[in-house]
């Protein structure tokens, strides 16, 4: 599997983590952004975004284009 693959694996498995975890108790904007250590959603938005931003990088390399 490309590193492009297990990126875009990785972030559909996060976004249904993340739906099951909204449907069963909601999310607070806080915590989505800046949850406490130990909270499901620990790091989430960084992770979420790190890996946004290199499938980004990737998809600029494949096209020889630059952002």
């Not at 806080?30 to 290199?54: C, F, N, S, T």
């Amino acid at each position: 599997m490309s590193n492009k693959q297990a990126l875009i694996k990785e972030m559909l498995e996060m976004q249904k983590r993340f739906m099951e975890y909204e449907h069963q108790n909601g999310v607070d904007p806080v915590d989505y952004y800046i949850a406490p250590e130990g909270h499901p959603l620990h790091g989430y938005h960084k992770r979420y975004r790190d890996i946004a931003m290199q499938l980004v990088d990737i998809a600029h390399e494949d096209k020889g284009s630059h952002r």
